[in-house]
């Protein structure tokens, strides 16, 4: 039986996906945010905002997926993946999803809603490396919109990493919702996530609004790894596709 080879590089891509409509929701595109999604070539993708079941819109718009827009997305190319669910309504649900090409062994989401608040989660998964004795643990994160609301988020999120294997590999993205830039020197003080445009460009990338990005919202830290070409997907193609600008990282192990 041939061996596995070891993993030592991975690309990362965090993209909001807007529960599969263009800003507005003024038109279903799930079909076309799967294609370009494949396009990047990612080995672990982290959704935020993507939908797990709407009993309404199944019935009413054309195209809709039989499955979770998760599995949609996964397809044939990421044969693991898993969900969180956060947002939970009559009509159905939606929360964070990871999808990978590498087996995931466990996970878990975890609930950081502020009670009477935006219903939001940290969806933590655990990859084991080949030919080797550690794992990558991967969270997905979508964090509040009000600054004491997050502050309280990346404490539980600084929390869960500091509970992580010391020497184990690990990668958080997803969307931050940190305007106020307050994100960065939490997390590397109180648990080691370095950001990794700020380590390649000084500062976040812009994201927000995805038509003419002026806000740094969604983010990629690392701790234990390093990480190469961080840049953000042209937004040619994903003008329409997103809110939110999607940001992809080659994570080197």
Not at 4 to 23: D, E, P, Q, S, Y
Not at 69 to 75: G, I, Q, R, V
Not at 94 to 101: E, F
Request: glycine share 6%; net charge positive; with cysteine.
């Amino acid at each position: 039986m041939a061996q596995t080879a070891a993993v030592r590089a991975l690309k990362l891509l965090t993209i909001n996906t807007h529960k599969g409509f263009t800003t507005f929701n003024r038109r279903f595109i799930l079909p076309e945010l799967r294609n370009a999604v494949r396009q990047v070539g990612a080995d672990i993708v982290c959704l935020q905002e993507v939908m797990g079941a709407h009993q309404v819109h199944a019935l009413r718009i054309s195209g809709w997926p039989q499955t979770s827009h998760y599995e949609y997305l996964a397809d044939t190319v990421w044969r693991s993946y898993v969900y969180g669910r956060n947002a939970v309504y009559p009509e159905g649900h939606h929360g964070n999803a990871v999808l990978s090409r590498y087996p995931i062994r466990q996970f878990k989401n975890i609930d950081v809603s502020i009670n009477g608040h935006e219903q939001r989660g940290l969806l933590w998964c655990q990859i084991p490396l080949p030919e080797t004795d550690k794992c990558l643990h991967v969270v997905c994160v979508h964090l509040g919109l009000q600054e004491k609301h997050r502050q309280r988020q990346l404490h539980q999120l600084a929390h869960l990493i500091n509970h992580l294997p010391q020497r184990d590999p690990v990668v958080v993205a997803g969307d931050f919702n940190d305007w106020r830039g307050r994100a960065n020197h939490v997390l590397r003080d109180a648990c080691g996530l370095d950001e990794v445009f700020t380590r390649a460009r000084g500062r976040p990338a812009r994201t927000f609004p995805a038509a003419f990005p002026l806000l740094r919202l969604d983010r990629i830290y690392i701790k234990n790894a390093s990480a190469s070409t961080p840049s953000v997907i042209p937004l040619r193609r994903w003008r329409h596709l997103s809110d939110h600008a999607p940001l992809a990282v080659e994570i080197l192990l």
